[in-house]
């Protein structure tokens, strides 16, 4: 039996990416190619005998995309889904929001019903777990990943600097005087790529630049059920630790780190209930610089990693993919903005 022709083997033999194969035989309307390319795909298809894609889920006519975001509880991911979508409406495009909870399946579930589906893209505000599914629909899906870039993956990138933002923190608190500090992270933190990736930032940054001192790593242990339940689980995480810590073993720690601001605000709570003075008595830093980070009663000194302006790059890119303009359809997009450290009062002198 004759083997069926696919977007596949028309994409290997026109050189062109199967998503903008499918959209110049699907005859939209709202993209534009070049008389020259169109004559290509279509004479390649008559002469291969391409009958037809695969039947899809027809819901979203390629104006719809996907944010996939592993929380929305934490700030971070809810301004950037905003961002997104404010982005999205002012080229007349819509979004869906899915959350992961860090959960490869519920991500890999996801992604298969969207590749067989008419979404227009997707934007992922953290590295993908699904790499293998990610490998086989990238080419017919355009896909953007706001994340510290892989070379591996074949996808666009909106690079984020995580490892330099914690180089930022280190390097903050060795020129305050401080020898002993302590970072607080979720546990598991390991597995989430950017929380990794700041973490040796920090680490190398701090050995780098205060060898005669200490850092100690803080966790506890949560299951990803009490992650998505829980509102308040990192900033609680953040406070619990801290509680622990200025039991047991504050005489020497004299800066704390949270691993994302979240967890920052927890150790300030912390902090406020056993009437410790911030900065005099430790000084505290985030990184994400969300919106609360510079509210007068909480002014923590942050990272920013202006995640709206990342957002906004991010839909740019799907979006000219989406419709083929500027010719970007086969081309890997790699955009970055460099992180700040956003210096307030929650940091001070040893």
Same mark, same amino acid.
């Given at each position: 039996?004759?083997?069926?022709?696919?977007?596949?083997?028309?994409?290997?033999?026109?050189?062109?990416?199967?998503?903008?194969?499918?959209?110049?035989? !699907?005859?939209?309307?709202?993209?534009?190619?070049?008389?020259?390319?169109?004559?290509?795909?279509?004479?390649?298809?008559?002469?291969?005998?391409?009958?037809?894609?695969?039947?899809?889920?027809?819901?979203?006519?390629?104006?719809?995309?996907?944010?996939?975001?592993?929380?929305?509880?934490?700030?971070?991911?809810?301004?950037?889904?905003? !961002?997104?979508?404010?982005?999205?409406?002012?080229?007349?495009?819509?979004?869906?929001?899915?959350?992961?909870?860090?959960?490869?399946?519920?991500?890999?579930?996801?992604? =298969?019903?969207?590749?067989?589906?008419?979404?227009?893209?997707?934007?992922?505000?953290?590295?993908?777990?699904?790499?293998?599914?990610?490998?086989?629909?990238?080419? !017919?899906?355009?896909?953007?990943?706001?994340?510290?870039?892989?070379?591996?993956?074949?996808?666009?990138?909106?690079?984020?600097?995580?490892?330099?933002?914690?180089?930022?923190?280190?390097?903050?608190?060795?020129?305050?005087?401080?020898?002993?500090?302590?970072?607080?992270?979720?546990?598991?933190?390991?597995?989430?790529?950017?929380? =990794?990736?700041?973490?040796?930032?920090?680490?190398?940054?701090?050995?780098?630049?205060?060898?005669?001192?200490?850092?100690?790593?803080?966790?506890?242990?949560?299951?990803?059920?009490?992650?998505? $339940?829980?509102?308040?689980?990192?900033?609680?995480?953040?406070?619990?630790?801290?509680?622990?810590?200025?039991?047991?073993?504050?005489?020497?720690?004299?800066?704390?780190? /949270?691993?994302?601001?979240?967890?920052?605000?927890?150790?300030?709570?912390?902090?406020?209930?056993? /009437? =410790?003075?911030?900065?005099?008595?430790?000084?505290?830093?985030?990184?994400?610089?969300?919106?609360?980070? #510079?509210?007068?009663?909480?002014?923590?000194?942050?990272?920013?990693?202006?995640?709206? =302006?990342? !957002?906004?790059?991010?839909?740019?890119?799907?979006?000219?993919?989406?419709? /083929?303009? $500027? /010719?970007?359809?086969?081309?890997?997009?790699?955009? #970055?903005?460099?992180?700040?450290?956003?210096?307030?009062?929650?940091?001070?002198?040893?």
């Amino acid at each position: 039996m004759k083997q069926k022709i696919t977007l596949a083997d028309l994409s290997r033999k026109t050189g062109l990416s199967q998503a903008t194969i499918s959209m110049i035989l !699907a005859r939209r309307t709202d993209v534009s190619f070049s008389e020259e390319t169109i004559r290509l795909v279509r004479e390649t298809a008559a002469e291969m005998g391409y009958t037809g894609v695969s039947r899809r889920v027809t819901l979203f006519s390629r104006r719809t995309i996907m944010v996939v975001c592993p929380f929305l509880l934490n700030n971070y991911y809810s301004a950037v889904v905003q !961002a997104v979508q404010i982005a999205a409406s002012q080229s007349h495009c819509n979004i869906l929001v899915h959350t992961t909870y860090n959960d490869a399946e519920l991500e890999g579930r996801i992604l =298969k019903v969207m590749a067989e589906s008419d979404i227009g893209g997707i934007i992922f505000t953290m590295m993908p777990q699904s790499r293998n599914i990610l490998d086989k629909i990238a080419s !017919a899906l355009p896909i953007v990943v706001i994340s510290d870039r892989e070379e591996c993956l074949p996808v666009d990138f909106v690079e984020l600097h995580n490892y330099k933002a914690g180089s930022l923190v280190a390097a903050h608190l060795a020129q305050l005087g401080h020898k002993n500090i302590a970072c607080i992270a979720t546990p598991g933190f390991e597995a989430i790529h950017a929380r =990794k990736i700041r973490y040796e930032g920090l680490k190398n940054t701090w050995a780098e630049v205060c060898p005669d001192g200490a850092l100690s790593l803080l966790t506890n242990f949560v299951n990803p059920a009490m992650m998505r $339940d829980n509102v308040r689980m990192e900033r609680y995480l953040g406070q619990q630790i801290t509680q622990e810590l200025l039991k047991n073993r504050f005489s020497d720690i004299t800066a704390l780190v /949270g691993l994302n601001d979240m967890i920052a605000y927890g150790i300030l709570d912390a902090m406020n209930e056993a /009437g =410790k003075k911030i900065p005099l008595d430790f000084s505290v830093c985030g990184c994400d610089n969300d919106f609360p980070s #510079d509210l007068a009663g909480v002014s923590l000194t942050s990272v920013e990693h202006f995640m709206v =302006k990342n !957002a906004h790059l991010a839909f740019q890119i799907l979006h000219s993919k989406m419709t /083929g303009r $500027d /010719g970007t359809q086969n081309a890997l997009i790699r955009m #970055d903005i460099q992180p700040e450290l956003i210096r307030r009062t929650s940091t001070g002198p040893l």
